[in-house]
């Protein structure tokens, strides 16, 4: 099962606010990674972060990985139509045996309305 | 620059026949991994090939194996399908040494 817990389980905003969710695991990643799922399509890769502490942005997007390495959190800065979707936050332990295995949270679905 | 590509889109089987899902890499990516999506959930990883090689597996019994071709593309075969197999195959590909993985659009899988 999936050791990563993603919040929000969903969201419901008003276009032009902001929105953000976070995703805590029991165990230390050296990687976080932020996609973005369509219905009927695969996950688009969004941020990728790889050092505690690190700030990311693209556009309105804003990800940070957190100092203790067991978390990570995703900002959406005004939030347009398009912005609809579920966000999944994916991670990686840093451990031998771990390399290349993606754990991914639960998802947290946005629905933006005008 | 073709991205991850899947096919076929949807499948529908019979409970205790065998699948095979394809997948051809991003251009210039040298690792393919597989992934099951249930509905309403995320992506549980399968396994990675790299080097035509399993070199990780998630937590899927023997009925789940995979291969990967000296191109990189790779395919992902069930056997003796359960109701429960039922799901999205996600297909990423990646670098080797690079920890992002881009996800083709899936195969949908129903078993009946």
């Known amino acids: 099962g999936q050791q990563l817990n993603q919040s929000p389980q969903s969201m419901f905003i008003q276009e032009g606010e902001d929105v953000s969710m976070n995703c805590t695991s029991s165990?230390?990643?050296?990687?976080w990674l932020w996609y973005k799922q369509d219905p009927g399509e695969g996950p688009v890769l969004l941020i990728a972060?790889?050092?505690?502490?690190e700030l990311t942005s693209n556009g309105r997007l804003t990800a940070q990985f957190g100092i203790t390495r067991k978390d990570s959190f995703l900002n959406i800065s005004a939030s347009i139509p398009s912005d609809v979707g579920i966000y999944f936050c994916a991670g990686q332990e840093g451990t031998t045996d771990s390399w290349g295995k993606l754990q991914f949270g639960a998802g947290t679905q946005v629905v933006v309305t005008p | 620059d073709a991205g991850v590509t899947q096919s076929p889109t949807h499948l529908i089987k019979t409970r205790g026949q065998q699948v095979t899902l394809r997948c051809s890499p991003k251009s210039g990516h040298d690792t393919v991994s597989w992934y099951q999506q249930a509905l309403g959930q995320g992506p549980q990883f399968i396994f990675q090939?790299?080097?035509?090689?399993?070199?990780q597996r998630g937590n899927f019994p023997d009925r789940f194996s995979g291969h990967q071709f000296p191109n990189y593309s790779s395919e992902l075969n069930v056997n003796a399908l359960l109701l429960g197999d039922s799901a999205l195959y996600l297909c990423?590909?990646?670098?080797?040494?690079?920890?992002?993985?881009?996800f083709g659009p899936g195969t949908r899988l129903t078993v009946t």
């Open positions: 972060l790889y050092k505690a502490g």
């Open positions: 990423a590909s990646s670098f080797v040494q690079r920890h992002e993985q881009y």
């Open positions: 090939y790299y080097e035509e090689e399993e070199r």
């Open positions: 165990s230390i990643f050296n990687t």
